[in-house]
Each structure stands twice: as structure tokens, then as C-alpha cells.
């Protein structure tokens, strides 16, 4: 059933991306990052609160499109100066209710558990009924992201659905629903597959799935899939159970992805930053590995310029090539003309990007190569330079303040962590910034029991005027950090500090209302005091 389908027809403006009925997809339309930023127009995000965003999408029968963000995060600012200025985006959320909700804001960590949402950014896709349809992940191009919001208007079928469908009865799956399911944002919602629902479910989608972009998209989730289940025998120390593929069939597929550019590009983000875990699984030979590695790298380099990538996606492109160098060479430098070309290519970027907004993406990105190349003088001279520069100079404090422990300089490194949480901004960023602060001190000089003391406590004591204090992220960070206490308090034999912190959550708690999260969450913390 296509519902909206005449809703969605009778904008003009908007670029369809569907021929042949609700289970035909086509190929994105091509949009180039300098398209899309042109004009004047942008997104009319809804002037209200969370639940009458809703009720009006109720009212209207529209879906709705949640974005949920922070000022500070890289990727977060990568969506807003790449997706949120394509001229395809602004005129297809005209069908939606658009709420964007920024973490820092009253109860927007609430919200975020109810959603159950993470990280930031987060991109999920409501029916008029409030029922979540998709989430959306970053790091595809413009053309993509487009089409599978379109694609969510058209169908509007949940992924929950999709996903009993697949594992019940797969036959039953539309063409639409394979591309649904393969951008879908996996990594963002750990409650999206029942417990204990194999890697081979992907691979399965994979061999059924009509569509080849689609396909090679779910067969590259298996292979995630399957990092992330090694990482789990590795650390649980438990024998391989799963099915896996055969060496040969492994290869040939993923093989076949890396020579098509188009299907390279469709898997990009993944293929780009876990192009080392996944040539790391024993379904590859040694020579297969080999092989892999080179094509990898090669493709990734000769696709790197392409116009629809935003900028920080370009410098995707030479993740693949440092990853596979320092994974065999260890700390040997990079050949001279690789790292003059790394370094002119990161230079250009640097350049050409002068939005202090749009540069919070492009310099984190930067940062990153000149860190995985070894080149930390580099990445040093980048963050410092930033500082002035940024609209949120607290972020790439605490890059400085990573850099500077990396190379043991431990002063450097708390005076960096110091001064990003002092000048942090927003509810839930201070307190996360501040939580950092004070691992980095127990971490780097756990016998300073003073200055411990006096942060966490005074950190606390600014995060209690929130109401979202046990809630979401806040409310992740506190609990790290009250178990970091009290083992830090074990080991230095410090009864004072966990004694004052108890009290103050104990205080809290009494502030929370019975039978909520909130109250569930803040009781955990003294049960494990």
C-alpha cells in the first residue's frame, strides 16, 4: 500500500525518485554539493514543543521527520550544511511535520530515551500516527539520503515490520523495503533486531534482495555484523557458532562491490571506516586479504573527488589506504608522495571550507587523517589554529587534550580537558565535558584528591537544577562517572567523595516522580554505591 502517494505527487517541486509504482526505485537523481547549497531556501522546522509537533502531524495526517542533534558534533554540522540545504530535502519535508531537537534544550535528553536515541546526529521517520518508520544514517550523499526520505513518504512500512517480515516470512518484501532496510541506521538502534538475531540475517537480505545497490548495502552490514560478533567472542572468549561465508564467496562479493564505483559509493561510510576490521575476518585467504586491500585502497582514492560527497566525505577516501599502511608498516612513515598528496588534499579542504559551522565536519575530519597518518604536529598546528575559528572551540579542546595524553604530556593534557569543559556550553555538554575532565584526572593523576573532589562535586551540583538529570545521555554520563568514583575511592582509600555524591543523588531521587525512568535510573545509582 502506497499511502500519501497523492500527497506526495501533488508537490511538484518535489523531485521524484520513484518510476514505475511503489516498488520501483530508481537510481538517485545526481545532486552535487554545490548544487545543493544554492539559494536562499531552508527548512520551516516546527515552532513547538515535541508532543504538539506530533499532535499536528496527527491532525494534518503528515509524517514526521526528527532530527536530533547537538551544536557541537561534527556530523551533526555536516547534515545541516549538506542535506539541509539541498534544494530536493527543503521541498520534501514540506510533507512532514520537521522537529529538530537539540540535546542541550529542555528535556530533550527525555525525549531521547523515549525515542531511543544515543548518538548524535539521530534522523527518525514518524508516521502521522507516531509510529517510528526509519531512521536515516549519516555519511551517504545528498542524491541517497533524498531518495530514502522519499522512499519513507511513499511506503511508509515500519522497519520493525520489515524486519519480522524478513525473519517470518521474506517473501513477502517489496523491492522498496530491501532498499529501506539497507539504510537503515543499524548503528543507532540497538533495540531494532531481537536478541540474538545472527549476522547471516543481513546476508540472507542480501541474497534476496532485487536491488543490487540495496543488496551489496545489507551484504556490507553482514560483514559488520560480523566484526561486531568477533569483537564479542574475543571478549567474552567464546568459540565461533555462526554460520560465516566461505572464503572464496566472501571475497568475490565484496570484490565485485570495489569495482563498481557506483556500488562503492553506495556503501562509502561503511566501506571507509571499517575497510580494516572487515579484511581482518577470517573469511578472507591471505592472498584474498591481499588483493583486497589493494583494490580498497584504490578505488577509495580515485573516487574521493566526487561532487556529490561533501567535503568531509572526499577525505573518506584516504582512510582505507592509512588504515591498511599502518596496519602492516606499524609506525613506519608514509612514503613521501603519498604523504604530500594526503597533505595538499587535506590543505585544499582546509582552504576551500570558510563556514565556521560547515568547518566543525570538515577540521574534525582533518584532524582525524593527520592523527591515523602519524603526522600529530600537524593535527596539533589544525586544532590550535580552529580555536578561534569555531563556534564551539570547546570540541577541539578536548582533541587537543586526547592529542597532548597521546604524547604524554599530562599537563597539557588536563589544562586542554580544563579548559574545554570551562567553556563549554548547554546542560547536557557541560556535564558531559566535565565528566571527561574528571576521568582524565583520575586517569592521569588519580593521587590529586582535591581537585577530584571539588569537580565532580561541583560538576553535579551544576547538572541538579536540570530535570534531565537521570534521563538520556546525562543520565549515561553520571552513572559512568559515579562508578569511576567509586573505584577511583577504592583504590586511593577516599571515603569522603562518594559518601558527598550518594547524598546528592539520594537528594535528587527524592525529586523524581515513582514509576518513572527517571526514578528507576536514579535508584540504580545507589544501588550500585
Given at each position: 500500500?502506497?499511502?500519501?502517494?497523492?500527497?506526495?505527487?501533488?508537490?511538484?517541486?518535489?523531485?521524484?525518485?520513484?518510476?514505475?509504482?511503489?516498488?520501483?526505485?530508481?537510481?538517485?537523481?545526481?545532486?552535487t554539493i554545490e548544487d545543493s547549497v544554492a539559494g536562499a531556501?531552508?527548512?520551516?522546522?516546527?515552532?513547538?514543543?515535541?508532543?504538539?509537533?506530533?499532535?499536528?502531524?496527527?491532525?494534518?495526517?503528515?509524517?514526521?521527520?526528527?532530527?536530533?542533534?547537538?551544536?557541537?558534533?561534527?556530523?551533526?554540522?555536516?547534515?545541516?550544511?549538506?542535506?539541509?540545504?539541498?534544494?530536493?530535502?527543503?521541498?520534501?519535508?514540506?510533507l512532514f511535520v520537521p522537529l529538530y531537537l537539540d540535546g542541550d534544550t529542555d528535556r530533550a535528553q527525555s525525549w531521547g530515551d523515549k525515542f531511543g536515541v544515543k548518538g548524535y546526529p539521530t534522523m527518525i521517520i514518524f508516521n502521522p500516527a507516531g509510529e517510528e518508520v526509519t531512521r536515516i544514517p549519516g555519511g551517504i550523499d545528498i542524491s541517497r539520503y533524498n531518495s530514502i526520505l522519499a522512499l519513507s513518504l511513499n511506503e511508509m512500512r515500519p522497519t520493525s515490520m520489515l524486519v519480522d517480515?524478513?525473519?517470518?516470512?521474506p517473501g513477502d518484501l517489496q523491492t522498496s523495503d530491501f532498499?529501506?532496510?539497507?539504510?537503515?541506521?543499524?548503528?543507532?538502534?540497538?533495540?531494532?533486531?531481537?536478541?540474538?538475531?545472527?549476522?547471516?540475517?543481513?546476508?540472507?537480505?542480501?541474497?534476496?534482495?532485487?536491488?543490487?545497490?540495496?543488496?551489496?548495502?545489507?551484504?556490507?552490514?553482514?560483514?559488520?555484523?560480523?566484526?561486531?560478533?568477533?569483537?564479542?567472542?574475543?571478549?567474552?572468549?567464546?568459540?565461533?557458532?555462526d554460520e560465516v561465508d566461505s572464503s572464496t564467496d566472501a571475497y568475490r562479493r565484496v570484490s565485485r562491490i570495489l569495482k563498481s564505483p557506483e556500488l562503492t559509493l553506495a556503501c562509502w561510510e561503511s566501506l571507509g571506516y571499517y575497510s580494516g576490521e572487515i579484511t581482518g575476518l577470517d573469511v578472507f585467504t591471505d592472498?584474498?586479504?591481499?588483493?583486497?586491500?589493494?583494490?580498497?585502497?584504490?578505488?577509495?582514492?580515485?573516487?574521493?573527488?566526487?561532487?556529490?560527497?561533501?567535503?568531509?566525505?572526499?577525505?573518506?577516501?584516504?582512510?582505507?589506504?592509512?588504515?591498511?599502511h599502518f596496519m602492516d608498516e606499524d609506525e613506519t612513515p608514509l612514503p613521501e608522495k603519498v604523504e604530500a598528496d594526503l597533505k595538499a588534499d587535506l590543505q585544499s579542504a582546509n582552504n576551500k571550507t570558510t563556514n565556521s559551522f560547515a568547518r566543525q565536519s570538515v577540521v574534525s575530519q582533518i584532524n582525524y587523517l593527520y592523527q591515523s597518518a602519524k603526522l600529530y604536529d600537524d593535527a596539533s598546528k589544525l586544532l590550535l589554529a580552529e580555536l578561534d575559528r569555531s563556534e564551539s572551540p570547546y570540541y577541539f579542546m578536548s582533541s587537543l587534550s586526547s592529542l597532548a595524553e597521546d604524547q604524554g604530556n599530562i599537563e597539557e593534557a588536563l589544562d586542554w580537558r580544563r579548559k574545554a569543559y570551562e567553556t563549554s556550553e548547554g546542560g547536557a555538554t557541560r556535564f558531559q565535558w566535565g565528566a571527561s575532565y574528571v576521568s582524565t584526572i583520575i586517569r592521569l593523576?588519580?593521587?590529586?584528591?582535591?581537585?577530584?573532589?571539588?569537580?565532580?562535586?561541583?560538576?553535579?551540583?551544576?547538572?541538579?537544577?536540570?530535570?534531565?538529570?537521570?534521563?538520556?545521555?546525562?543520565?549515561?554520563?553520571?552513572?559512568?562517572?559515579?562508578?569511576?568514583?567509586?573505584k577511583w575511592q577504592a583504590e586511593q582509600e577516599q571515603d569522603f567523595l562518594i559518601a558527598a555524591f550518594q547524598s546528592r543523588i539520594q537528594a535528587m531521587c527524592e525529586k523524581q516522580t515513582a514509576a518513572t525512568l527517571e526514578r528507576d535510573n536514579c535508584d540504580s545509582l545507589q544501588d550500585a554505591g
Open positions: 500500500m502506497c499511502v500519501f502517494r497523492s500527497l506526495f505527487h501533488s508537490l511538484s517541486i518535489v523531485l521524484l525518485v520513484f518510476i514505475g509504482g511503489c516498488e520501483q526505485v530508481s537510481n538517485p537523481v545526481s545532486e531556501a531552508k527548512i520551516h522546522w516546527f515552532d513547538g514543543s515535541v508532543e504538539a509537533g506530533f499532535a499536528l502531524a496527527k491532525a494534518e495526517n503528515k509524517p514526521v521527520y526528527l532530527y536530533w542533534g547537538a551544536v557541537w558534533c561534527p556530523p551533526c554540522q555536516e547534515i545541516k550544511h549538506t542535506v539541509f540545504k539541498s534544494k530536493q530535502f527543503i521541498a520534501q519535508t514540506q517480515l524478513a525473519l517470518t516470512n532498499t529501506q532496510l539497507a539504510y537503515y541506521s543499524w548503528a543507532q538502534d540497538s533495540g531494532s533486531l531481537p536478541e540474538g538475531t545472527p549476522a547471516t540475517f543481513f546476508r540472507d537480505l542480501s541474497d534476496l534482495s532485487p536491488n543490487e545497490e540495496a543488496g551489496a548495502r545489507l551484504y556490507v552490514e553482514y560483514l559488520i555484523a560480523l566484526v561486531r560478533e568477533k569483537e564479542a567472542r574475543e571478549k567474552e572468549a567464546h568459540e565461533q557458532g592472498e584474498e586479504r591481499a588483493k583486497l586491500r589493494q583494490q580498497w585502497q584504490e578505488q577509495f582514492l580515485a573516487l574521493r573527488h566526487q561532487p556529490s560527497l561533501s567535503t568531509a566525505e572526499q577525505l573518506t577516501g584516504w582512510l582505507p589506504l592509512l588504515t591498511f593523576t588519580p593521587e590529586d584528591h582535591d581537585l577530584i573532589t571539588k569537580t565532580s562535586i561541583a560538576l553535579f551540583d551544576e547538572l541538579a537544577g536540570d530535570q534531565d538529570v537521570f534521563a538520556g545521555r546525562n543520565f549515561r554520563t553520571l552513572r559512568s562517572l559515579n562508578r569511576q568514583l567509586a
